[in-house]
């Protein structure tokens, strides 16, 4: 969507890593995501923010730690890269009330 | 703790066919709904977003329905196409704030020529 860009599509990293995702919107929207979209388990929150400095942990949180220093970018960082971080992860922004959400192309991330 | 199903996993029809996609919700206090289509390996693209409010949502030859009290939501397509074939995600929110979408695990369709 063009609203909602994220870098870098495709990335391999070997397993002890520091790795960093970014989402970048142009929507002025509140609310950011990271989600990550594995088989057998769908997607699931990893963290979100819900303004610049305001971050909250999701269901999966462990192991990745974001930051959002202006309201258009919102980074998500995989401290030591391993294995199990071997994902798919999407980026989601929405405004407040009865928005809907709109979800980055995704990276594709594998750790070896 | 919100959970969404969807029924069923896959499914597989021949072309020209009307068919419905399942979705359900364990707790009704819900704020939206929204169905998304995904294709192999790309984004999740948004189809039909139902208000609480709402009893249904139409787009071109999708038609989604919202059974809030019963948790209940149904993705119908008509005279489907194999352009059709995706998968389709139902996700619900929850509140109306921070608070993310829950997923269900999709339904993987395939439409025979």
């Known amino acids: 969507d063009a609203g909602i860009t994220q870098s870098p599509r495709h990335k391999v990293t070997e397993t002890g890593t520091p790795v960093t995702l970014r989402c970048h919107q142009t929507?002025?929207?509140?609310?950011m995501y990271w989600y990550r979209q594995d088989p057998g388990h769908g997607l699931r929150l990893i963290h979100y923010?819900?303004?610049?400095?305001?971050?909250d942990k999701g269901e999966v949180s462990d192991g990745y730690s974001v930051s959002r220093s202006k309201t258009e970018d919102f980074l998500l960082t995989l401290e030591s890269a391993t294995s199990s971080q071997t994902s798919v992860y999407f980026c989601?922004?929405?405004?407040?009330?009865?928005?809907?959400?709109?979800f980055g192309s995704g990276t594709r991330l594998t750790v070896v | 703790k919100q959970e969404v199903t969807q029924i069923p996993a896959a499914l597989s029809v021949p072309e020209g066919e009307n068919l419905v996609l399942n979705c359900s919700f364990t707790?009704?206090?819900?704020?939206?709904l929204q169905w998304f289509r995904q294709d192999p390996g790309k984004g999740l693209t948004s189809l039909l977003l139902i208000q609480s409010s709402q009893r249904e949502q139409t787009s071109g030859r999708l038609n989604a329905s919202l059974d809030k009290s019963s948790g209940r939501s149904t993705l119908y397509i008509a005279a489907s196409q194999p352009g059709d074939s995706a998968t389709y995600l139902c996700?619900?929110?929850?509140?109306?704030?921070?608070?993310?979408?829950?997923f269900g695990k999709g339904t993987h369709l395939i439409i025979q020529p």
């Open positions: 707790d009704s206090a819900i704020y939206n």
């Open positions: 989601a922004i929405t405004g407040t009330g009865g928005d809907g959400y709109t």
């Open positions: 929507e002025n929207h509140r609310y």
């Open positions: 923010s819900y303004g610049v400095k305001d971050t």
């Open positions: 996700a619900v929110r929850s509140g109306g704030g921070a608070d993310g979408l829950t």
